[in-house]
């Protein structure tokens, strides 16, 4: 079973500048969760998706970050225009939703970490 | 609210040693429990977790964990680290809503295994 994508690896932007990621989550998993996470610290949910539909988004700077999943698949997660303490590794992760009574496992891809000078 | 304390931020260890790193957490209902590693420039890799029934979890690599509801804890344990088990290690909760599941993480342990 193929893991969680996610590209770039690794940006490099000046301040001000947009930048994107992009994630792919394992097949069949509806829930998709986007996390930053800054260096020292642990991971901080940016936003929730079930399916195409947005579960949690609020601890989601909305001045200047976006994230969609139109098809309910792959997800998009937008930073315009960057500040210098937007650097962190942006973590993509998806679940399965279970059954009443149950809870997901969530499944993590490698990050994407951001610089930015 | 749910709030996750990892009480020790720095944990070195000699190899072969035992070990457990603390995590106690707040909430106002009930929750589940996990464990993950992450390994230097990795993603967060599942190490176990508590649902429901025996207080023991039993996870990967040797390790295992125990709830204790009255004390709110969840500490992770292993009997003898090997300089492989040298990684960040982040404890997590979450609660399950009509719409999905709440994660909350904590700041992270970073374990360093000595050799």
């Known amino acids: 079973e193929a893991g969680v994508a996610q590209s770039p690896r690794y940006k490099i932007i000046e301040k001000r500048q947009s930048v994107a990621f992009w994630c792919n989550p394992i097949s069949g998993h509806a829930t998709l969760y986007w996390y930053q996470q800054i260096l020292g610290q642990g991971p901080k949910l940016l936003i929730q998706?079930?399916?195409?539909?947005?579960?949690?988004d609020s601890q989601l700077p909305k001045d200047r970050f976006s994230a969609e999943r139109l098809k309910g698949v792959d997800s998009t997660l937008k930073i315009q225009p960057a500040k210098l303490e937007d650097s962190a590794v942006y973590l993509c992760?998806?679940?399965?939703?279970?059954?009443?009574?149950?809870?997901?496992?969530?499944?993590f891809g490698p990050g994407t970490r951001l610089t930015v000078l | 609210a749910q709030s996750v304390t990892q009480l020790d931020s720095q944990v070195p260890v000699f190899e072969e040693a035992p070990v457990e790193l603390r995590c106690n957490y707040s909430?106002?209902?009930?929750?589940?429990l996990f464990w993950y590693v992450q390994y230097p420039n990795q993603g967060l890799q599942l190490l176990l977790k508590y649902l429901s029934g025996s207080t023991l979890v039993k996870g990967i690599n040797g390790f295992e964990a125990e709830f204790n509801k009255s004390q709110t804890s969840f500490h992770l344990r292993k009997p003898s680290v090997h300089i492989s088990d040298t990684a960040e290690y982040f404890c997590a909760v979450s609660r399950r809503l009509n719409t999905g599941n709440q994660f909350y993480f904590g700041t992270g342990t970073s374990l360093t295994v000595i050799p």
């Open positions: 998706f079930q399916n195409n539909g947005v579960v949690d």
């Open positions: 909430s106002s209902v009930s929750v589940y």
């Open positions: 992760a998806s679940s399965y939703r279970g059954l009443a009574g149950t809870t997901d496992t969530q499944y």
